[in-house]
Each structure stands twice: as C-alpha cells, then as structure tokens.
C-alpha cells in the first residue's frame, strides 16, 4: 500500500523551487574511500523521499553533506535555494535532522533534551514552553517528561529524537534510517508518525532506508543508491512498473544441476526472463505469471525434477532493488577483475 | 555574542545537571581527594622530621599539593564526556543546530573549572579541619585557587583534544594517567624540592604542575612574593592558551572527519 499525503495549501506557492537540491556531490574519504561519486537528485517541497540502498551505499554521506555536517569534495547541495556549505547557519534553521543512532542525551530527561535542543536554536521563554509541550503532547511523551532518557523505550527514544528535530519548525526534515532497531510495533507507530508530518504539517521529509517496505510505504519517490551512485530514480509505482511481468518462484523438492534445471525449461524460451537459480530456488520473471507457472511446472515434470512450492509475485520494490543493485554489483567486480 | 554566551551557558548547564544526577560520581569526585589528604598526611608524615623541611607541619604543606593534584586528575577525566557524546551521536545533533561552535567547547570548560574550584574549597576546608593552617591569609588562598583553575583548564583543554583526536575510552584514560600521575610526582606536592635528587629537581623547574604547586605553598608564606607568582601564573596561563588552541584545532579535526 502507498499513502499519497495530500500537499499542504502553502507548499504549492514554493513548488518552483526544489526543498532538497543535490548536483554532482563527490565524497572521497581519506585512504581513497570513494564514497559518493556524483549524485544528483532533487526533492520538491512537501513530498517524502526516500534513499534506498545496502549499508555502506553511501546514503548517510549524502544526509552529512545536505545538514552541513560534512563538505562535498565536488558538486553542490542547497536546502530552499540556499546553498549547504557558503550559507550553512541558514540552512541549519531550516532543517531538522534525524540521525541514523538515536542522539538523545541519556542522562537528561525528556523534558530537558527537548529544552536544551530548544535553546541552541535561540528558543526561549513561553514559546520554548510552548513548543516542548506541544511536541510532548503530539510524540505520547507528555507523562515521560520528568524521566531520564536512559530509562525510555527504545521507541520511545526514537520518538524523542524526532521531537527535537523539530522543535524550531523546520522545512525539510531528514530521517537517516529512522526505525532501524526499532521492534514492528514502534516501526508501524514511527511510519504513520512520518507520514503524518508530511499529511499535515506539509514538511518536506527526506529519509534514507535499507528497508525496501519503508520506502514502498512512505515515499512518493524513490532514489536506489548503490556503491556511492544513484542507479535508479522514480515512484515506487513507476519503477514497479518498469520491471513488467510478474515473479515467479519455485522450488525443488531435490538436489538438482544448474544445467539440467535450464535444460528442462529449454522449450520455455523467450517467455523467461532474468532465470536466476540459487541452489533449490528458481527465481524468473514473466509476462504473466498465471499462464506462465502451469508451464514451467509442466517442463520441470517432464523432466522428472519435482517441485515443492510455486509461488507468483506481483512485482514489488524488492524485485527493483536487486534488479538494478544485482547489475551494479556485477559491474563492480568485473572492474575489480580486470584490475 | 550574546547568542555564543547563552549557548555557553546552555552547554554549562547540561553538565552539571548530569553531575548532579550521579551521587556516585559526586562522592568520587568529592571524597577523592579527601581520601588524598588524610592518606598522604600520614603516610608522609615523618618528612616534617627531616632536616631541611621549613613548613609548620606535613599537613599545612601537604594541603595545597593535593589540591593542585586533585584538580589535575578530575580534569583530566573532562574528554570522556566527549567520547560519550561522539559515540551517542551526540556531538553530531549539536553541530547540525546553528549553535555556536565555541560554545559547545567554552560551556564545558566552564564547567570544568567550577567544579575544580568548588573541589579544591573542599579540601581547603577539610585540610584546616586537620590542622593545615595559612599564614598567607585570604590573598594567598586565591592565587592558590587562580593557579589551580588554570591547570585544571590546560589539562581539561588538553583531555578534550585527546578526546576528539583519539575517540576512545580506554586509550583516553591510559594516556591520561600516565601522563598526570608522573607530572604529580616530580612535583612539590608530597615533597619539598630541596629534598628531590637534582635530576628531578631539573624537571620540577619545567613541571607546569610544580609552578601552580608553588603559587599554592605562598599560603605558608608570611607574605606574597609577587615576582615568584607572577612568573609563574604568566606560565600557567600561556600552557591553558597553548591547550585551549589545541583542542579548538582537534574540534576543527573532528568536523572535518565527519
């Protein structure tokens, strides 16, 4: 399922001017590390996007460089059309950040982290009162306000770090892989509160992921990075839709040859595509899978290999991740060998 | 500026609102150095007895040494508190506000030297409870804590950039001690340099921790011996400028590792 959050009334009046710009970012660590090698991608205002992609694919470079934590070595980044490394004390009010651990100060209450993330943005007084208690009230965290961090739920923690990356009523708010760790439950709570933001309160939300549901759920566009390259962009629709056909999957009953299996399906040919076989698996993609299983399960038979299990799958973001991580992989290595 | 001294402030606060949270960590802090005071007193006790030694009693001498030496270990404990933060991922949520960097640095150190100076009262108190007496009066008392607050800072600053440069508890705490526990011995604190081989007595010259020990042994004195104090407060200071840029280059270090 997809949410579309409907747009906020003001975001329509900024729609010319992207909330996120990215152009060519290039990050090199030291020791060579090439860990961005020119992404570019841009996020309009109101909308969720996510980054998806494996650990190490370079998503949270990306989130460093947009929050002015980090420098690019090349290309350039703008939050609201200004720029992340010549106007970063601008920027750094309009954002809200989100990291990847949850950065709640342990030894200081709710309430206190709340304040004190307040104070460094030059919040006082009433409105300060105001804001912690509003945003208590909104994150369920109203009776926790007198207890020490440490001694909350990890959700709950997780809750608070969301509050106070928005206690200054930021545009563009950044979650870098917001529920990893958090059980199924705090995940469900953690994704209708992302939704929400975006539904009411119209803030841009950028969120990076190795979770392919979280994205499919939350994003009304999708960016696939890999190995420091964006290798996909669109709607999870979309890039669904550009895989055509469905998934099948069977498995075998027994221990069966490579080569035997494709010499079964041999009379199948030109209806399977992308044939992957992984041990007792069989992965293909299909025009239609329920004209097309009755037929490959009748070539396995005939060929005395028995089957287990035969599954069809409407194709799902799953299939586009390792679709276009599998070629950038493959890619990779080849380079590696040639070296 | 007056945004960067309200940060400060912010930043000043969170500590010792977590200082006040930890009874354990107050009874260390606080019982330490006490602990110090009476050991060493006795232990050393005889060092009164020897020719050479010119001070009233071991205790009235003893007392500013461990002073100097208890605001150097406490100090020197100030960068775990930045490990803690970077590992929490902490430090980060920081830099992405638009407070002020040197606030994040100024509030801590302000911390620090409060609690070096409400330590060292401790034991200026404790050390006349068992007999230490100044004969320096109230002036000489106050050069004694204006040495001590300095080298408390310098070593603060100096635990700080370790802190941001090497990231880790443990190789923190094992420089540390090997760093504070040698400079505390080839000090004055325990014993009257004339008393020390001369080799040590070299080293003691250029000790940082010897000159704040000597600023605080003017509470003996009958009077202040201005040139002596000044020379050696001029020293302090420069070394707490030396430390404070250092751990402004490690922060800088640490944002550009980010």
């Known amino acids: 399922m997809t949410i579309h959050p409907a747009r906020a009334p003001g975001a329509i009046a900024t729609i010319s001017r992207p909330a996120v710009e990215a152009t060519g970012l290039v990050k090199t660590y030291p020791g060579n590390v090439q860990a961005l090698k020119g992404v570019s991608f841009s996020v309009e205002s109101g909308a969720v996007f996510a980054l998806l992609g494996p650990n190490g694919a370079g998503k949270s470079t990306i989130v460093k460089i947009l929050t002015t934590l980090s420098r690019p070595n090349s290309g350039r980044a703008s939050i609201a059309g200004h720029d992340v490394v010549r106007e970063p004390d601008r920027v750094r009010r309009l954002i809200g950040v989100v990291g990847q651990k949850s950065a709640v100060d342990l030894e200081a209450t709710t309430g206190e982290n709340l304040r004190l993330q307040g104070q460094l943005y030059g919040l006082s007084g009433g409105e300060l009162r105001r804001r912690v208690s509003r945003l208590l009230e909104r994150f369920n965290l109203a009776e926790a306000r007198k207890r020490i961090a440490r001694t909350l739920s990890g959700g709950m923690q997780r809750k608070l770090d969301v509050a106070m990356g928005l206690i200054h009523q930021p545009q563009v708010l950044f979650l870098d892989e917001p529920t990893t760790g958090l059980d199924p439950e705090a995940r469900a709570d953690m994704w209708r509160e992302i939704a929400r933001l975006a539904r009411e309160d119209g803030l841009t939300v950028l969120l990076t992921t190795h979770y392919l549901e979280e994205a499919d759920h939350l994003a009304q566009r999708v960016a696939i990075i890999d190995h420091g390259q964006i290798v996909v962009e669109g709607t999870p629709d979309g890039l669904k839709a550009e895989l055509r056909g469905d998934a099948i999957q069977v498995e075998l009953a027994g221990a069966t040859s490579d080569a035997s299996i494709r010499a079964a399906l041999g009379g199948l040919d030109g209806s399977l595509r992308e044939v992957v076989i992984e041990g007792r698996s069989l992965r293909a993609r299909v025009d239609s899978g329920a004209s097309a299983l009755p037929s490959v399960l009748a070539a396995l038979d005939a060929a005395s290999i028995r089957v287990s299990t035969a599954t069809v799958a409407r194709p799902s973001l799953d299939d586009v991740y390792l679709r276009h991580t599998g070629r950038a992989y493959a890619e990779a290595e080849n380079k590696e060998k040639i070296r | 500026m007056s945004a960067a001294l309200a940060n400060s402030a912010q930043i000043t606060n969170r500590y010792l609102r977590a200082f ?168 004055s604190a325990f014993l009257p340099v004339n008393l020390m081989p001369e080799w040590m007595q070299t080293v003691a010259h250029f000790n940082p921790v010897n000159w704040a020990v000597e600023v605080g042994r003017q509470t003996l004195a009958e009077s202040v011996d201005w040139q002596f104090v000044a020379v050696r407060l001029a020293g302090l200071l420069a070394l707490t400028l030396v430390c404070a840029w250092l751990s402004i280059r490690a922060f800088r270090a640490y944002q550009r590792s980010v």
Request: proline share 4%; glycine share 10%.
């Open chain 2, 20 to 187: 006040l949270r930890q009874p354990y960590y107050i009874i260390g802090t606080l019982i330490q150095p006490v602990i110090w005071l009476l050991l060493f007193g006795q232990l050393f006790k005889s060092v009164a007895d020897i020719p050479g030694f010119t001070a009233a009693s071991y205790i009235t001498f003893l007392t500013p040494g461990v002073v100097v030496m208890s605001a150097m270990l406490s100090a020197g404990w100030s960068g775990t508190s930045y490990v803690v933060d970077m590992e929490r991922g902490v430090m980060d949520r920081f830099l992405v506000t638009p407070v002020r960097r040197g606030a994040l640095i100024s509030g801590e150190l302000v911390y620090q030297a409060g609690m070096v100076l409400l330590q060292s009262l401790i034991i200026l108190g404790l050390g006349y409870l068992v007999g230490a007496r100044f004969p320096g009066g109230w002036v000489s008392v106050i050069l004694l804590l204006v040495a001590t607050v300095l080298l408390g800072a310098a070593f603060a600053s100096l635990s700080n950039a370790l802190a941001l440069i090497l990231r880790k508890q443990e190789s923190l705490i094992a420089l540390n001690v090997s760093l504070t526990l040698p400079l505390t011995f080839l000090s």
